[in-house]
């Protein structure tokens, strides 16, 4: 099974072990013939329709506004419908700094979010607390609270660094089982149990 | 100098001073209030602007330093410092009632140091959740992870405020109170809200669709800049200045290195003086244009956004050749700045200044022309000049009520004096006379670019600066006219590589303190053009 | 011009052959019903990607152009991901209403999308108060709004649908006497007749000022009545996040999305047919020569591209003007645009009395 995205090859990617790896986990798995073909179908969907939940807390927000600016212009790949409600968004997309204030805000529009739903940390904040990781009120990184599915680094990221991770979820998601196995599904489920939200504590 | 002196010991004998960067009085906290109020309402003295509060701790005790104006007296800045050794339980009578500005920034102060405020109408945490343990500020504060984890869960009596009242005896009495009315219906905009700006939250009463009172609740991304900084060393605790306003991320940084400069007695070699300033201008530029995009969108006129972000695209270009990043440029540096100009310097920006006066035209043509823009914005949000000086409301905003407070005039800083350039003045006192400044103040920067372009000075870019950077012990305070209004940096040395205290007096922290006041009467969507027209950043505000 | 009545009689002609009429009746509206559910969707997903490239190339951008070719294929993306989005079902809503409003919403378009004449011989119903039922049927839409703002049990989706009530309820007048101009002038309400009636001729030509006074109040009324730019205040973004539909997710968001931009069609198919003349070819008395090339060109081509050029222009509306605030649009609707169209009503009857027109 080989990943593809429109005009980006193969080597382009940096992570290609990654992908390939989940490729294999889930040839072990054995996906049934139709459910697959209907799994690539669904996942074509889901991969070409990423819904931005709008979610800046500072400078990355503004990267990403140029995201969807005339130059760059998101809605090339159909992610320019960003949604202000996080119902009807598919991916949050954190970018800046998360602080101890803003974390029960982030968790719960995570829980808001329709399944099925990724998380995007950008920006070396989100990321892992960036220049700021030594503070008393912030996060060190969203992966604290969150199950991040691309890391995208940099201080903002570029606008083009934002496509590139943008592309790595698509990957991503064209590898993943909507019907059966749903490993995304479980693997949420794991770190929703490592991180109980009583405790709350890293 | 000396006869403010006079005057102030004549009012007050028991105060001493201070000489350094500028005047400061010790005024001991009984004496405080009074004398606060004859400063302010006194003709010949004439204090009317309160330009910065900084809350500090000298271990044997916390108080704070407050900057006045005299915006009639050729803005003359006199400091005040008033402390208290009581470490459990600090009080000062707070002067919120005089200078309306100070009702947020002495609930900053409250945050970090735990200092109360007598008579002040709403002691609440301003920056951090109200369950928070300890006065993060303090040299004794407890960093301990266990006392303070993320919690995940919300904060719980959000209404509840207090406030202490000191009744005719001298007593001073915790009164609880609530923020809102037990039958108000409450409508919570923010923290994750599009037109917003960032993470601001406003709590808005609403009668139908009529605003009665905002609750502006902050700090959703504090990041403890201040804190962060008294632990780094100079030249490590600039880079925090670009990732406040990060529109304003050259002008903030001119002015931390400036303020260091001034402490260490550098001369900066012109050059740089002359790279620095075309930088704040085209600063300006790209700030100016971002907001009149947001402006736009958040009325709903969406493809005016996309205009003033093409153009945006043309000064992010400039930067990005010269500081090799769009955005979080880390370009000035202590003593000059850090890199030489690209080849296309010149090119690019004579290329900018040429196409900027066609492009203003369309965007009048597109958006502010636009009839429903027009009702949209005139005689909305309205600031007069006095709430302006008293809210201490600078920048485009209070320029836009007629108030002439740009301290590239009025405190003449780098080479600015030898510019020829207006000082934008509207005097609508509404969101249209704000969006016009910024606008007109566009065509002013291209001016000062123009003048500078063709000649800039050879010569080295950063003056000779020792490797290790030690200030002596001191205090220094600096303003430059940010993109968003008066930025100011407090940095107070005990002689060591690092800062005792580090203090960032925001523009748009001002301006976050009169949504209340500009909102009220107007409608729901007028608190979204207000809060547009302001243009506040909000990492700036929660730093 | 091709008379689609020939294909619908023969169809009909070879059931009747074989059944029972009731039979007939059944299997032809069962035919139908699954025509015009394929038409909406064909439409609306059409009108999705329409607005997209538009508003792109207003812009400067060039939009969706990575899902096939030039995009073509991103709508049907969208599609299958909001198919499978979750529905979430939420504590503290009125869970019957929650689900029923977004039905509502869909059903009344769809049976106002069953009124259009598409084609000659291509409408579904025809009967003698037409453009009355299919203004009645609007209406219906606006209680699925109201609904879906209260039962959502949220103070943004309430503010929406309260602005929706006002303001639908308030252009639905303007809108009405618009329309009422043009039906005083035809003299019929049949949906047929109006159409046939311009064959010697648009309305907004033959009914000249009043006419097109009558049009530009349609057209204002109706931007307003689909909740788009500049009047776009229930769903207000950048006020109320997602308006009315804040709280709803997956298909039942869908509904929403897909009757927001169908609406777009129908309104455009009502001012087509009310003043461009429906299907009808652009026909100048006496030029036959010239009659006869426009009639070469397929009624149902005439019919899409006249509504597709309306809603070029609804669209231009939406994405260069701000908007407007809600006393504003009141104001604007009851202190001029309702008084306007009164007055309109008043010239029209004039002009029709006098014989003022062609």
């Known amino acids: 099974m080989d990943v593809k995205i429109k005009s980006m090859k193969h080597e382009d990617f940096k992570d290609n072990e990654y992908i390939e790896n989940l490729v294999e986990e889930l040839n072990a798995t054995g996906a049934n013939v139709v459910v697959g073909k209907l799994d690539q179908l669904i996942n074509w969907g889901i991969s070409n329709s990423l819904w931005p939940l709008c979610f800046g807390t500072s400078c990355c927000a503004i990267e990403f506004m140029s995201l969807g600016a005339a130059r760059y212009d998101m809605a090339r790949f159909g992610f320019e419908v960003a949604r202000n409600s996080p119902r009807q968004a598919d991916y949050i997309m954190v970018q800046g700094t998360i602080v101890h204030r803003m974390a029960p805000v982030l968790r719960r529009l995570y829980e808001q979010l329709a399944e099925p739903k990724y998380v995007i940390a950008a920006g070396g904040c989100a990321v892992s607390g960036g220049p700021f990781k030594n503070s008393y009120c912030v996060l060190p990184g969203v992966d604290k609270i969150l199950p991040v599915d691309v890391y995208i680094p940099g201080c903002p990221p570029r606008p083009e660094a934002m496509f590139y991770g943008l592309m790595q979820l698509q990957r991503k998601i064209k590898v993943q089982r909507f019907f059966g196995g749903v490993n995304r599904k479980e693997k949420i489920k794991d770190f929703f149990n490592s991180h109980p939200e009583e405790q709350g504590r890293y | ?543 | 011009m091709f008379d689609f009545g020939i294909w619908t009689s023969w169809f009909n002609n070879l059931l009747t052959g074989c059944m029972p009429d009731w039979a007939a009746t059944i299997i032809e509206c069962v035919v139908i019903a699954v025509l015009v559910l394929l038409a909406y969707t064909v439409l609306a997903l059409f009108y999705i990607l329409y607005e997209r490239k538009l508003c792109a190339w207003f812009q400067c951008r060039l939009g969706p152009m990575r899902v096939g070719k030039w995009g073509l294929l991103q709508v049907f993306a969208d599609m299958f991901k909001i198919l499978i989005k979750e529905l979430i079902s939420l504590k503290g809503t009125d869970k019957f209403l929650f689900k029923l409003a977004p039905y509502l919403v869909i059903t009344s378009s769809v049976i106002m999308l069953a009124c259009l004449p598409w084609g000659r011989g291509l409408q579904i119903i025809n009967f003698n108060i037409g453009i009355f039922f299919v203004l009645a049927v609007s209406s219906v839409g606006v209680l699925g709004i109201l609904l879906a703002g209260w039962s959502s049990n949220n103070k943004y989706t309430l503010i929406g649908a309260m602005r929706s009530g006002a303001q639908m309820v308030s252009y639905e007048l303007s809108l009405g006497l618009a329309i009422i101009t043009i039906v005083l002038f035809a003299g019929t309400m049949n949906i047929n007749e109006l159409v046939w009636a311009q064959n010697d001729g648009w309305f907004i030509f033959k009914g000249h000022i009043p006419a097109i006074i009558a049009f530009i109040i349609y057209v204002i009324a109706a931007t307003a009545e689909t909740n788009r730019g500049p009047f776009d205040l229930p769903e207000a973004e950048h006020e109320l996040t997602a308006g009315y539909h804040t709280e709803y997710s997956g298909i039942h968001f869908g509904f929403f999305y897909l009757a927001e931009y169908l609406n777009l069609f129908i309104v455009s198919g009502i001012a087509t047919l009310m003043f461009l003349g429906g299907w009808m070819p652009l026909h100048v008395p006496g030029w036959d020569g010239f009659n006869a090339v426009m009639d070469w060109i397929p009624s149902v081509v005439w019919f899409v591209g006249k509504a597709f050029f309306i809603s070029y222009v609804i669209i231009w509306f939406k994405w260069t003007f701000p908007r407007v605030r809600i006393d504003q649009m009141l104001a604007f609707e009851w202190k001029y645009l309702m008084p306007f169209a009164l007055a309109n009503l008043v010239l029209m009857a004039i002009f029709v009395a006098l014989g003022w027109h062609f």
Not at chain 2, 110 to 136: A, E, S, T
Not at chain 2, 333 to 350: R, S, Y
Request: aromatic letters at 10%; one cysteine or more; proline letters at 5%.
């Open chain 2, 1 to 543: 100098m000396s006869d403010i002196k006079d005057i102030i010991s004549r009012i007050c004998p028991e105060v001493t001073f201070e000489e350094g960067d500028c005047l400061l009085v010790n005024v001991p906290e009984p004496k405080w209030y009074s004398l606060a109020k004859t400063l302010k309402e006194d003709p010949t003295l004439n204090f009317d602007l309160l330009s910065a509060v900084v809350g500090m701790d000298w271990k044997e005790s916390l108080g704070v330093v407050y900057y006045l104006t005299s915006t009639s007296r050729q803005w003359e800045v006199v400091a005040f410092k008033v402390s208290v050794a009581d470490r459990e339980n600090p009080m000062i009578h707070s002067v919120s009632d005089l200078w309306h500005v100070a009702n947020f920034q002495e609930r900053e102060v409250y945050d970090f140091y735990g200092i109360k405020f007598i008579n002040h109408p709403d002691m609440r945490r301003f920056f951090l959740r109200n369950d928070w343990v300890g006065f993060p500020l303090r040299k004794d504060y407890d960093a301990n992870p266990e006392l303070n984890p993320i919690r995940l869960e919300d904060e719980v009596n959000e209404d509840d405020t207090v406030s202490y009242v000191e009744d005719e005896k001298g007593k001073v009495k915790k009164v609880p109170g609530k923020v809102f009315e037990a039958d108000d219906y409450v409508v919570n905009i923010g923290p994750q809200h599009p037109s917003t700006h960032g993470v601001m939250r406003f709590r808005a009463a609403v009668d139908g669709e009529t605003v009665k009172k905002v609750d502006v609740v902050s700090g959703y991304i504090h990041r403890g800049i201040e804190k962060l900084s008294e632990g780094l060393t100079y030249p490590q605790i600039l880079h925090f200045t670009d990732r406040m306003d990060y529109m304003s991320a050259h002008q903030n940084r001119h002015c931390l290195c400036a303020c260091i400069e001034k402490a260490m007695g550098l001369e900066i070699p012109r050059r740089a003086q002359v790279i620095r300033v075309m930088m704040d201008e085209l600063m300006r530029i790209s700030s100016h244009l971002l907001s009149f995009g947001c402006t736009a969108m958040d009325l709903g006129a969406t493809t005016a956004f996309f205009y003033g972000f093409r153009e945006r695209e043309m000064v992010l270009d400039i930067f990005e050749k010269t500081c090799g990043a769009r955005m979080s440029m880390n370009y000035n540096v202590i003593g000059g700045v850090i890199a030489d100009l690209h080849p296309d310097f010149q090119k690019d920006v004579k290329a900018l200044i040429e196409i900027m006066p066609s492009r203003l035209k369309e965007y009048h043509k597109v958006f502010t022309g636009n009839v429903i823009a027009q009702n949209r914005l005139r005689k909305v949000g309205h600031l007069s000049k006095e709430d302006a000086v008293n809210y201490a409301i600078t920048g485009p905003s209070g320029r836009g009520s007629g108030w002439s407070c740009d301290c590239r005039k009025v405190h003449p800083y780098s080479i600015y004096s030898e510019l020829d350039f207006e000082e934008v003045l509207e005097y609508g006192c509404d969101s249209f006379s704000r969006y016009m400044v910024r606008m007109r103040e566009i065509e002013q920067s291209c001016k000062i670019l123009a003048q500078l372009v063709d000649n800039i000075p050879d010569g080295p870019i950063r003056a000779q600066v020792p490797k290790i950077i030690k200030l002596p012990a001191g205090r220094w305070y600096n303003q430059v006219e940010a993109s968003r209004g008066t930025f100011g940096v407090y940095i107070e040395s005990d002689g060591q590589k690092n800062p005792y205290r580090v203090h960032f007096q925001s523009p748009c922290f001002n301006l976050v303190g009169v949504m209340d006041l500009t909102c009220a009467g107007y409608m729901i969507a007028d608190l979204i053009t207000i809060g547009a027209a302001l243009d506040f950043v909000i990492p700036d505000i929660d730093r």
